[in-house]
């Protein structure tokens, strides 16, 4: 906690600059706080510390924390984070429905809301097993939740239904580490933000999704007249604004370009083959190849062929591969643009390819580093294994020795995590509507806005018993709930986030929940000994507990942690794992001999990749493949969706804050001057959106930031769910669906 000496003056002009979409420095709020509790910025996966100014009991102001990463700059969604927590509409009471979906939500005690749960879970539960319930989960939720779910339905209930948004999100990362580098998490941090002389971002609108990072991009590239900005996005969007080439080129043709930069680099000899003959092995499928297999494969790629593919100009293509290969340290970003996408994992290893081509890895500046969505999709659900077909800490549940070593931490008789991964979201609803799932509970995330093709997955809402815990009146979700539990919000609790760069942040609990809201890790403990789960197996006074023990079961293995006790965290703005002791600072380059700790420091070579068994990274050889839908006569446009800066998702916080709701008070449609002029649509126009799923009326917003053929919505609002617009198409690997992509009409409405 620091002083209230400490305090930075609140800035009327701090506050006006990041509204503007300008992080800034300086404090929000009330200047007369007399204590300030450390935290994380409740938002996006850059993960900003704060300090929370909190007097009287209330919590009243906030700053950046000059200590984290952030060095003090938060953008305007942190900046106005406080006064989300005394939202009017905060759900502040248990409530039921007790006659089913058509009957009202209604407030009742805890007791009585727990029961009317729990019996419904213990019937389903008695009467058809343990793959009748489901837990859907969230990287919004604490470590401390997530860990302490999976292994409540994995270890307790012998329930491998555990999934939750990231899903929708990294899944497709993570399968591209996984498959490249046979372990989860990138081996850069924001420091090589500071280092790299080339930024490749790709599907990434990073000024807009994670603004402060935008912010220290933007200043590397103000440092030094030879650092180059490459942004590769079908949109003409804000983070474009510092780019030295932007490439506007056709929605899902991603893997062609990565390919055909792939050519171009070994065509003119700019690959290091020092590097990739030492560290790599070349792989078609499951298949071993050689260098000259793949660069046979390569002929497919080169410009003039990627130039037809994209809409790009192959002039362009080879500009940009040289850029990339040439610099001395090229560090590539990239989001959703490339992760959801029906081959979004194949995207992420051609990304991973060119670095490992070129030899820019494992250096200050030089590395792929996958931006995180969520405040806790990496610490939370990534490294905690809360999806269906993981264990915690890289483990997966196909492998039975994975499934013993889990089994014997948590003190189980082995064989009790079963053999078979549980269902991924998408499967999961579909079985919800059929009836096969018929009890889910639903944790820190909103699927009845967020999902795609709404239509198809609300019925699993409207089947299944659904008990939620939440913390706003108006998440849609809650349409559906039987049971709605008042979480603890924010810094109401305490526990642990980790955030993009492998750095695990505490937010200390500053004030009391809100009316009879209670903190999650206790709700999911109530229901699970309710449910017969032994007091033994989750013996936790408090999330601390929780924490201590995930880190010891961190001692060993390539995630190793065990050097960041909570005391630790109590002090520093947050620690990067691998960290083995206590004394340990944290590693920034994994893998690298001499900085990364799980590297022998008489290992033979600089790079360790001990990922692998072979200790090998794959380059593999990924063809390009269509995404799912693409324009045709009867559907002439692509329609993507994605964020603007001041909402977040389903807006149920940013829409509580006048000065953001302001900002993006609708959804709308941006289209092309050219589109629009031949549809005759002006500026603020109602415009309709038709697809193979739903119809739908926007106003319109006429700009050139998408490309000719392309429209654009965002999906905070609603009253407008576009949601229902959008196909269900997954990748075959990581199953995240293809939001990035469909084929719709476009018409100005009467
Ligand atoms: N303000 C705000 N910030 C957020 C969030 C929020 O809701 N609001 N959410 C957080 C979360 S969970 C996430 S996952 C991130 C998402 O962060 P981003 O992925 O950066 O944001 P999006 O707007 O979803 O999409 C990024 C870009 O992908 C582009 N794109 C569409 N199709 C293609 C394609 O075929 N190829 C390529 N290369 N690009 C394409 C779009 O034009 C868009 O500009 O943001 C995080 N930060
Ligand atoms: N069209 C379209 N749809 C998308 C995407 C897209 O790009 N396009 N992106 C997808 C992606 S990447 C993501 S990550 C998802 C996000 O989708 P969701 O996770 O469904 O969206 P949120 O609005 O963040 O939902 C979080 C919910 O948790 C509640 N909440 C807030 N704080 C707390 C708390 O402390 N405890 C509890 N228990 N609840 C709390 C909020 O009120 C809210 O209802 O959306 C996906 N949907
Ligand atoms: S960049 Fe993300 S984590 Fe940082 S203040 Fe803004 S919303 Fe919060
Ligand atoms: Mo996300």
């Given at each position: 906690m620091a002083t209230r000496r400490e305090f930075i003056k609140g800035s009327a002009a701090a506050v006006a600059l990041s509204v503007m979409g300008v992080p800034a420095f300086g404090a929000q709020g009330d200047t007369q706080a007399d204590t300030w509790?450390?935290?994380?910025?409740?938002?996006?996966?850059?993960?900003?510390?704060?300090?929370?100014?909190?007097?009287?009991?209330?919590?009243?102001?906030?700053?950046?924390?000059?200590?984290?990463?952030?060095?003090?700059?938060?953008?305007?969604?942190?900046?106005?984070?406080?006064?989300?927590?005394?939202?009017?509409?905060?759900?502040?009471?248990?409530?039921?429905?007790?006659?089913?979906?058509?009957?009202?939500?209604?407030?009742?005690?805890?007791?009585?809301?727990?029961?009317?749960?729990?019996?419904?879970?213990?019937?389903?539960?008695?009467?058809?097993?343990?793959?009748?319930?489901?837990?859907?989960?969230?990287?919004?939720?604490?470590?401390?939740?997530?860990?302490?779910?999976?292994?409540?339905?994995?270890?307790?209930?012998?329930?491998?239904?555990?999934?939750?948004?990231?899903?929708?999100?990294?899944?497709?990362?993570?399968?591209?580490?996984?498959?490249?580098?046979?372990?989860?998490?990138?081996?850069?941090?924001?420091?090589?933000?500071?280092?790299?002389?080339?930024?490749?971002?790709?599907?990434?609108?990073t000024s807009e999704a994670h603004p402060v990072l935008f912010q220290r991009i933007a200043k590397r590239k103000q440092s030094s007249s030879e650092v180059r900005v490459i942004v590769a996005d079908p949109r003409r969007t804000n983070t474009s604004r510092?780019?030295?080439?932007?490439?506007?080129?056709?929605?899902?043709?991603?893997?062609?370009?990565?390919?055909?930069?792939?050519?171009?680099?070994?065509?003119?000899?700019?690959?290091?083959?020092?590097?990739?003959?030492?560290?790599?092995?070349?792989?078609?499928?499951?298949?071993?190849?050689?260098?000259?297999?793949?660069?046979?494969?390569?002929?497919?790629?080169?410009?003039?062929?990627?130039?037809?593919?994209?809409?790009?100009?192959?002039?362009?293509?080879?500009?940009?591969?040289?850029?990339?290969?040439?610099?001395?340290?090229?560090?590539?970003?990239?989001?959703?643009?490339?992760?959801?996408?029906?081959?979004?994992?194949?995207?992420?290893?051609?990304?991973?390819?060119?670095?490992?081509?070129?030899?820019?890895?494992?250096?200050?500046?030089?590395?792929?580093?996958?931006?995180?969505?969520?405040p806790n999709a990496c610490g939370g659900?990534?490294?905690?294994?809360?999806?269906?077909?993981?264990?915690?800490?890289?483990?997966?549940?196909?492998?039975?020795?994975?499934?013993?070593?889990?089994?014997?931490?948590?003190?189980?008789?082995?064989?009790?995590?079963?053999?078979?991964?549980?269902?991924?979201?998408?499967?999961?609803?579909?079985?919800?509507?059929?009836?096969?799932?018929?009890?889910?509970?639903?944790?820190?995330?909103?699927?009845?806005?967020?999902?795609?093709?709404?239509?198809?997955?609300?019925?699993?809402?409207?089947?299944?018993f659904v008990v939620q815990t939440e913390a706003f009146m108006s998440a849609e979700t809650l349409k559906y709930a039987d049971v709605a539990f008042p979480a603890a919000f924010w810094c109401e609790t305490d526990g642990v986030y980790g955030c993009t760069e492998r750095r695990y942040a505490l937010t200390e609990q500053a004030i009391k929940p809100q009316g009879e809201a209670r903190p999650c890790v206790n709700i999911l403990m109530d229901f699970a000994k309710r449910l017969g789960i032994d007091e033994k197996f989750i013996p936790y006074k408090n999330a601390e507990d929780i924490w201590e023990e995930w880190r010891k079961f961190n001692e060993k293995g390539p995630y190793n942690f065990f050097g960041i006790t909570r005391a630790r965290l109590r002090k520093e703005s947050g620690i990067k794992w691998p960290c083995p002791s206590e004394t340990h600072p944290g590693t920034n380059l994994r893998y690298v001999r001499g900085k990364d700790p799980l590297v022998p420091a008489n290992h033979p070579d600089p790079i360790f990749f001990y990922g692998k068994p072979n200790a090998k990274a794959t380059v593999f050889l990924r063809p390009y493949a269509p995404p799912f839908e693409t324009a045709d006569a009867e559907y002439p446009f692509v329609l993507t969706t994605g964020r603007v800066i001041d909402q977040w998702h389903s807006a149920t916080m940013t829409g509580t804050v006048p000065e953001l709701q302001r900002a993006y008070p609708t959804n709308f449609v941006e289209i092309n001057p050219e589109d629009a002029k031949k549809l005759g649509i002006r500026n603020g126009d109602k415009v309709e959106l038709e697809t193979r799923r739903d119809k739908m009326v926007l106003p319109a917003v006429v700009t050139d930031v998408c490309m000719p053929g392309l429209v654009f919505t965002p999906f905070f609002d609603k009253n407008l769910l576009v949601n229902k617009l959008l196909h269900d198409a997954v990748d075959a690997v990581s199953k995240e669906p293809e939001y990035k992509i469909c084929a719709t009409r476009v018409r100005k409405a009467s």
């Open positions: 509790v450390k935290g994380v910025c409740r938002y996006c996966g850059t993960g900003c510390g704060v300090l929370i100014g909190v007097r009287d009991g209330r919590a009243v102001a906030i700053k950046g924390d000059p200590n984290n990463h952030n060095q003090g700059v938060l953008c305007q969604k942190g900046m106005l984070l406080v006064p989300v927590i005394y939202a009017k509409d905060r759900l502040v009471r248990p409530h039921i429905r007790k006659n089913g979906k058509s009957s009202p939500l209604e407030p009742v005690s805890w007791e009585e809301a727990m029961k009317f749960a729990t019996d419904k879970f213990a019937q389903v539960l008695k009467e058809d097993g343990p793959n009748a319930v489901a837990y859907y989960g969230s990287g919004q939720a604490l470590t401390e939740e997530s860990y302490l779910a999976n292994k409540i339905w994995k270890g307790g209930f012998k329930s491998n239904n555990v999934d939750g948004n990231p899903r929708l999100c990294m899944a497709s990362a993570v399968g591209g580490y996984m498959s490249t580098f046979g372990k989860d998490e990138p081996m850069g941090t924001y420091d090589d933000l500071d280092n790299a002389t080339c930024f490749f971002i790709i599907g990434s609108n510092i780019a030295d080439m932007h490439l506007s080129f056709k929605p899902g043709t991603d893997l062609a370009l990565l390919n055909g930069m792939a050519h171009v680099i070994v065509r003119d000899e700019m690959d290091n083959y020092r590097f990739h003959g030492k560290y790599c092995t070349f792989q078609k499928g499951d298949d071993a190849v050689t260098f000259d297999d793949y660069k046979a494969f390569l002929q497919d790629y080169t410009p003039e062929k990627v130039a037809e593919i994209t809409g790009l100009a192959a002039d362009d293509i080879v500009k940009v591969a040289h850029t990339f290969a040439q610099s001395s340290a090229t560090t590539s970003l990239w989001c959703m643009g490339i992760n959801q996408r029906t081959r979004g994992v194949w995207a992420n290893n051609l990304i991973h390819n060119l670095h490992l081509l070129t030899g820019h890895i494992g250096r200050p500046g030089a590395t792929p580093l996958s931006l995180t969505g969520q659900v990534r490294d905690v294994g809360a999806l269906a077909h993981l264990l915690p800490a890289g483990r997966v549940i196909g492998n039975q020795q994975h499934r013993n070593e889990v089994e014997d931490y948590w003190g189980i008789p082995r064989g009790s995590i079963p053999d078979k991964m549980g269902l991924h979201t998408i499967a999961l609803f579909e079985a919800m509507a059929e009836g096969k799932v018929k009890a889910v509970f639903i944790h820190c995330t909103n699927p009845a806005h967020t999902l795609p093709h709404l239509n198809k997955h609300t019925k699993g809402l409207q089947t299944a």
